[in-house]
Nanobody, 116 residues
Framework: QVQVAESGGGLVQAGASLTLSCRASGRTFSNYGMSWHRQSVGKEREFVASISGRGKATTYSDSLRGRFTISRGNAENTVYLQMNDLKPEDTAIYYC?????????WGQGTQVTVSS
């Protein structure tokens, strides 16, 4: 059974940095892409960033490129999201997803709240 778990969320002040972690278990993920998404209250879930199975290709939301950085951990089943200069509008539940072809596994999300 595949399990995906995010961690690292919390309450921070504007301008702070935060690193989210995501870890999956239950199968081999070496060929899986990984991505981060977020959903604010009253809004649809939006794409944040993704990284390829080998970790050599990254993609970012245009509005977040430069502040957020996605990376894979040394373990094949971990992914991180480094967030810098956080703004109140970054407040959301952040989800990670592991995907390969038609398969996709989502975590339950971690709350990030940025106060002004």
């Amino acid at each position: 059974q595949v399990q995906v778990a995010e961690s690292g969320g919390g309450l921070v002040q504007a301008g702070a940095s935060l690193t989210l972690s995501c870890r999956a278990s239950g199968r081999t993920f070496s060929n899986y892409g990984m991505s981060w998404h977020r959903q604010s209250v009253g809004k649809e879930r939006e794409f944040v960033a993704s990284i390829s199975g080998r970790g050599k290709a990254t993609t970012y939301s245009d509005s977040l490129r430069g502040r957020f950085t996605i990376s894979r951990g040394n373990a094949e089943n971990t992914v991180y999201l480094q967030m810098n200069d956080l703004k109140p509008e970054d407040t959301a539940i952040y989800y990670c997803k592991y995907f390969n072809g038609g398969e996709a596994y989502w975590g339950q999300g971690t709350q990030v709240t940025v106060s002004s």
